[in-house]
């Protein structure tokens, strides 16, 4: 992700200075300038108050020197940087680093056998990783599921790490995550004390254990059936609410009309085919997993239409 967080002391030697079609910031009396990406100029106008008709309108210089003021009355602050340049800027303490390596080796050491299946990087610097493990179980004969953890988190703090418990269909490599969240944790003291990796480790240690109680569901799924009359408008509500559309929609109907769902099972996957095979967007997959996870939970709506929560 070539992402990291920097904090500022503002001095009377930081500057933030304005070339022809780039502004830099100088921070302190280092040699060091950090250009700012179009952005993080719109980040910088925001963050230090300057209302914004007033920053297209002044001359650079005086932007600058205005700018540079303006923070001084911050005196501390971070700024985010990608690739070496400045995309936005924060309240001191509104994100903290998150030694990602750290992350991964505490993820690894949760999980026995532990092999990163997927990673996606999601909108505000999340990442998504999709491991699993040894353990497999069957839901029915051959058809085999691996367990395993999804995780969340943003290596400077955008979020709060989650994990949820992950199964990888083997028959067709697709995956869907348990909708329960298992586990959530809070930045409150930061993300550099051991508390954390513990967290990471305990936490993805338990995502992997919850596969007997996520096989049952599945295998309750199969007795669950869905009448020929009712196929077409439950696989409609569920492409609607997983917003699958255009050649992909097509092909899971396709699908679908090849080999018709009998029941919720396989109802289920065939959202998540979508999410594995025919999705390429990160936003995409995860609401597809995130429908399919809905679709499989125990209390969901039973009804013809379980996707679009009314009555028919």
Known sequence: MNTQLREVDHNPRTRVMVAPEQVSLRPGGGKRILEVTPGGVMSLVKFSGLPENVAKNIRPETFGM????LLAHKRRYSVVT????ITSFVRR????NINPERALQAIESGVRGADFHRVLILDN???HIEVVGEERQPVSRGDLI???AMVQFSPIGTIDPLVQAYALRLTCTNGNTHNEVLREFHLSGGGDGDDIWQWFRR???EAYQAINPIIQRYRGMMDELITPEQRAQVLTAMLREAK???GAADAVRAMAIENPPENRYQMMNLITYASSHLLERPDQVRRA??????????HANHLECPMCHRHN
């Open 146 to 148: 691996q367990a395993g």
């Open 203 to 205: 936490s993805v240690r």
């Open 244 to 246: 699958i559309s255009g």
């Open 66 to 69: 205005v700018a540079t003021e």
């Open 93 to 96: 303490g509104e994100y903290r």
């Open 125 to 127: 610097l999340v990442a």
């Open 82 to 85: 990608k690739d070496g340049a």
């Open 289 to 298: 997993q995130n429908t399919a996870a809905d679709y499989a939970h125990e």
